[in-house]
């Protein structure tokens, strides 16, 4: 059993930065796909990116790219999510995901139910 702690949330103006950090605990981070979801009230979770295990191949949802970047620092089995020139829609409860496979393939990571593992989630305002 995997727990994923997420932090970096907060409340930032249109055009500003945030980092979220997600720690997991139970030494298999590593070996894991790991991404971030995002998710506004009366919506569904919607995948933000994902990073294979390794961190050779990464994803993200069109809105974001160019904006934010995921990475991974195996050393201490924590993911990030860099976020940049940030915008009011991009407010919401983030969270952290673990899958139990290596790879993140494009039909598999934007899927809720691929993923195994959840966080608790750290929120993110951005106001305009």
């Known amino acids: 059993q995997l727990q994923l702690v997420e932090s970096g949330g907060g409340s930032v103006q249109a055009g500003g930065s945030l980092r979220l950090s997600c720690v997991v605990f139970?030494?298999?981070?590593?070996?894991?796909?790991m991404g971030w979801f995002r998710q506004v009230p009366g919506r569904a979770r919607e995948g933000v990116a994902a990073i294979s295990a390794g961190g050779s191949d990464t994803h993200y949802v069109q809105s974001v790219k160019g904006r934010f970047t995921i990475a991974r620092d195996d050393a201490i089995d924590t993911l990030y999510l860099q976020m940049n020139n940030l915008k009011h829609e991009d407010t919401g409860m983030y969270y952290c995901a673990s899958s139990d496979r290596r790879d993140c393939d494009s039909d598999y990571w934007p899927i809720f139910a691929s993923w195994r593992y959840w966080g608790q989630g750290t929120q993110v305002t951005v106001s305009s």
């Open positions: 139970g030494n298999v981070f590593s070996r894991n796909c």
